[in-house]
């Protein structure tokens, strides 16, 4: 059996406790990682509407087709769940002891791509740290599962449904949607000096991306791909573009129940007007602002066919 080391002596202790020793030390840490390793997420339930919300939103969905998806820990697990666009028949779409989080369908709604953790329950505010993420595929009607992008965070489709944009760290790539042929899009950290890219979203014709920006600062903005140049767009979050426009939507950081949702259109090189009190220039450009539990709602514009994605 090999020697092992004489442990230091250490240089000091409390009063009325032993001096650690390096396998003391050691068998702590170990139970410390063991624990981080395998704790487990809090368990959520779902929120039932009020009579007048049920209303509202049977008379909003009236007529519509489709599908949603968001994110849930009411089973103990944070995964994906679907429903009607109306929020009936609600089931998992994912299942397991990861964090599965941030989900979007593809354009033509047969596919959802969504952000899953490591290891088992992983706070969301890890997805700064894309070592800890990977992106995967799973088919809407629960079929095909596939890890997609490895150590990758904030994916989201091109509106054509054939590349996938996405973070890892301060850096946002691209890739087809098969997840081959991966280049650089923007290294936000030339921009702003220690940020982190979050929600990048491409304009349909490829000259612009919305991003959030987090670390050094929080703030959401435009880099001009064609001319390299940004432009910050005030606070908020989750910036995105409507279709076929350079139009733009995301959730502010003030409104009637903490958060609202802007719209405004921007310019050809993708700045706009100056933001004040929820107006450009005068004009409002408030999209919704919801009093209660309701009002931070994700921003993505929805695709096309009454699909309709959620990250939240």
């Not at 941030?102 to 997805?127: C, M, N, Q």
């Not at 509106?159 to 991966?182: F, H, L, T």
Request: hydrophobic content about 35%.
């Amino acid at each position: 059996m090999p020697h092992s080391p004489a442990p230091r002596k250490p240089k000091a202790s409390i009063p009325g406790f032993p001096r650690p020793s390096a396998g003391w030390a050691a068998a702590i840490l170990i139970g410390l990682a063991g624990q981080a390793a395998h704790a487990l997420p809090p368990k959520g339930a779902p929120v039932q509407p009020e009579a007048a919300e049920t209303v509202a939103l049977q008379a909003l969905t009236k007529g519509l087709k489709g599908k949603i998806i968001w994110s849930t820990s009411r089973d103990a697990n944070h995964d994906i769940y679907i429903a009607n666009i109306d929020g009936s028949d609600a089931k998992p779409l994912t299942k397991g002891p990861k964090t599965d989080w941030y989900s979007h369908f593809s354009p033509d709604g047969k596919v959802v791509l969504f952000t899953r953790s490591k290891i088992d329950w992983t706070i969301e505010t890890d997805a700064n740290y894309p070592e800890r993420w990977d992106t995967w595929t799973i088919n809407a009607d629960g079929s095909g599962e596939k890890l997609l992008i490895p150590n990758s965070t904030w994916a989201n489709w091109t509106r054509d449904g054939k590349s996938i944009v996405y973070s890892r760290g301060p850096k946002v790539y691209k890739c087809n949607a098969d997840g081959a042929g991966e280049a650089l899009v923007a290294d936000m950290d030339l921009v702003k000096k220690g940020s982190l890219a979050q929600h990048p979203s491409l304009s349909d014709d490829g000259k612009l991306l919305a991003v959030t920006l987090r670390g050094s600062g929080r703030e959401t903005g435009i880099y001009n791909l064609e001319t390299k140049t940004y432009f910050t767009s005030g606070g908020g979050c989750q910036f995105s573009f409507f279709p076929n426009a350079h139009r733009c939507i995301r959730v502010n950081e003030t409104g009637i129940g903490g958060t609202s949702i802007f719209a405004f259109d921007l310019k050809p090189d993708g700045t706009h007007g100056k933001i004040d009190g929820g107006k450009i220039d005068g004009k409002s450009i408030v999209f919704m602002d919801m009093p209660g539990r309701r009002s931070h709602s994700t921003s993505r514009a929805s695709p096309p066919k009454g699909i309709t994605s959620s990250g939240a």
